[in-house]
């Protein structure tokens, strides 16, 4: 996997992506940048987010629920030395469906927790990684 990441101006950088797409990359106005797009630290909870989203829904499809949305909120917690990196992240799974199994729901984040999404993988070990689970049946 390959990206390429171009300054543009200021703080202001477009990251490309192997498969065709883009995302602008830019800091706050108060440190010299003009806010026109996330920081790279908040993609990386992003990043965080969509992988285990796409486990949890893809597990969830195949355990045959019938769900209707799923909401994923991740929170980071950043040391206050630099680097200041993310010392504690909080993912929470918030399932919204018909007849929704708790069963069915709990091993499918074990599953992207333990086992399947990469960034949280690759995270392991620089934070703590807490996750929790919601089911709201509609």
Excluded at 39 to 68: F, H, W, Y
């Amino acid at each position: 996997m390959n990206v390429k990441v171009t300054y543009v101006k200021g703080l202001q950088f477009v990251g490309d992506a192997e498969s065709g797409h883009a995302m602008i990359m830019d800091g706050d106005k108060s440190v010299g940048g003009e806010n026109t797009g996330p920081r790279p630290m908040e993609l990386l909870l992003i990043a965080a987010g969509g992988c285990s989203g796409m486990d949890v829904i893809s597990i969830l499809n195949k355990k045959r629920q019938d769900v209707t949305g799923l909401e994923i909120n991740v929170s980071g917690k950043k040391a206050e030395e630099y680097p200041k990196k993310f010392t504690e992240i909080t993912v929470e799974f918030i399932v919204k469906g018909r007849k929704i199994e708790e069963s069915a729901v709990k091993r499918a984040v074990e599953l992207s927790m333990t086992k399947y999404c990469s960034v949280k993988a690759t995270l392991e070990g620089t934070a703590k990684i807490n996750y929790s689970f919601k089911i709201l049946q509609e």
